[in-house]
């Protein structure tokens, strides 16, 4: 018997016949002999039609009412989805993220998580009841209600499999795993049967939006094996997990990429310390974050150049600020690129193999691509190209790194990880 | 100051503009130096489209899960209340029935508030904030959520009360208070400024459907006074308390009525002890409710005639059940008619003034109206009659005995009384 804490995202209960469809696939985990926790999100829709009514009312929203407010969504679910239970005779119940005292600090609307209280959800396991709890929310040690921010019902299910310990966390979604890259892209993409818990990290910042940053992280901290998987299909997904002996046979997991990234550059600022303080403080004073960051001695030995990458939205803003203090800087130019892309391999294996980064600045340049940036960690390589070539290049890495669904020696370096 | 517990009911906060005009009147009060607790029920139409989402999973629903589902209603009015009155800069904060403890039974869908733990909410007053809370909704002494039944925000509004010692709990409604009958059948009707909870209570258990009877029940228990008012228009509604000296005057209060009850009756049953435990016996073990009961002794002194109500939908379930069983009582006949209607009067003067039954008798019977039911108590008189008959009936009692707006001694005894 494995105790399973299973997560069903937003459209996965959008409508009462998912519902059902979930109490299905619950209660035959059940009869195959699980304990089963089952972690929901709101029915889709139901999140935006309560910013809805709230930014009626104020539209800068905000603060300890609209927590209040939100976490009736996934109360909503969790009622429904022991409803369907019990009509299938798979008993059930339900608790608030306050009822099973999911603590967390104060910070409304992006609250973090301090303590899970397992013992009212192990009772009602020992009584074999599955028990369903809100995701998404919690409670502050004076009982005020709390929300994670959204998307934080990853993070719930994590949490509740680290403190009830948990067999494996599954988090059913509207896709069946983690692929090699995005298949709207490259149609040869590959589902990995396993990726490590870095590699995830890697990926899932970089723009495969399929898990919750945030909760790959905790189940990385607390070592509990996290799968993905498909609430509509029937499949393994990918597993995720710690790095294991035969892993580093793969070079490389996969390629992610983001287009939603601009670019600014201040050349030609006198070389002293203090340069990267100067160009970035008022920048991340007006609350823009920055993604990646490259400093090059300019050519005349004096000067440097200073490039960064920032969310598109900002790019306008972030060149104001930068224009407004470059007599400050003394930079000889200030200017920037609002159409870039940036594409990155990821791949525990690149540890333990020399030549990654250079068979992939081969294979952009044998496809014309001009990289502009680069930056690198140990298991990351990122580049940031024109964002006209994204799908290119990202089809040109994919095959040459062997990643397709027909190439042989991917199909190797995967049935060696599984 | 005074402090006031005010209930809004779910018209009143029906849509975002309503909840704002809500916010109005409210931050109105505080400006004026009150201290102020909100109750409100969930927006119109929620909890409706909330059991249509129950209903497709389970046609009959109940148990703990439907509280879970139900009580977010109320949530989602308490939240957007608490932005609108910091948006009037009006400080707020909202609480669900758990969190400032009103503690239920366990029976859930219709739970009865055992105690309330009022520290929070005073704690909360004392900082200056108005405490807003959502009705109809307390939690089991485990934590499991229930509710109080539909219309029990009215309960939660007069228990708050109760436990805050406040000096008014108003209920804020879509009529602007109580009147002598209903103005849609007689368009002389009258708002009262007073009423005693007596009066109230018959008023209301009789069909004029102002406030919850275990409300009114409750405010009398524990002498709160209560006023009923328009959410939608200014006027100092019904204020409903004790009885005074000088409300002797007025012999009437009003007169109520009831159009959804039939009539179930036994002839020439051999009269012998237990004969009304025979008849409604079965009909109880049913489930049927009966309202009015009258024996007479038949004309031959040796049988007897047994009459009852019933809601005009047990109607044909009660006639099944008398005719299955009426070869064991032995009854001449087993008839009934779905089309009855029932008046009555309503006052507490009633207690120290005779003639009045003998008036509304003759008043009816001038207007050729036969009366088939009696049943009287010590300020209620009750009639059932012909349902064709009411609105003439209604019309006629309530001028004879000078109920309305134009009528003179309507107005010194409503001037006496208040």
Known sequence: MALIVQKYGGSSV???ERIERVAEKVSQWVRNGNELVVVLSAMMGETDRLLGLAREIVPRMGGRELDVLLSTGEQVSIALLCMALEKRACPAISFTGGQVRI??????????????????IRRNLAAD???????????DERGNIT????????TTAVALATALDADECQIYTDVDGVYTTDPRIEPEARRLSRITFEEMLEMASLGSKVLQIRAVELAGKYNVPLRVLSSFEEGEGTLISFEEEDVEKALISGIAYTRDEAQLTVAGVPDRPGVAYHILGPISEANIEVDMIVQNVGADGKTTDFTFTVHRNDFSRGLEILKSNSTILRAREVGGDRKIAKISLVGVGMRSHAGIASKMFRILSEEGINIRMISTSEIKISVVIEEKYLELGVRALHDAFDLGQTSAAAREAEDARS
């Open 103 to 120: 603590l967390t600090d104060s910070s409304y609307n992006k609250a973090r998580i301090l303590d899970i209280d397992g013992i009212r």
């Open 147 to 154: 929300t994670l921010g959204r998307g934080g019902s990853d």
């Open 129 to 139: 009841r599955v028990v369903v709890v809100a995701g998404f929310q919690g409670v």
């Open 14 to 16: 959008g409508t009462v």
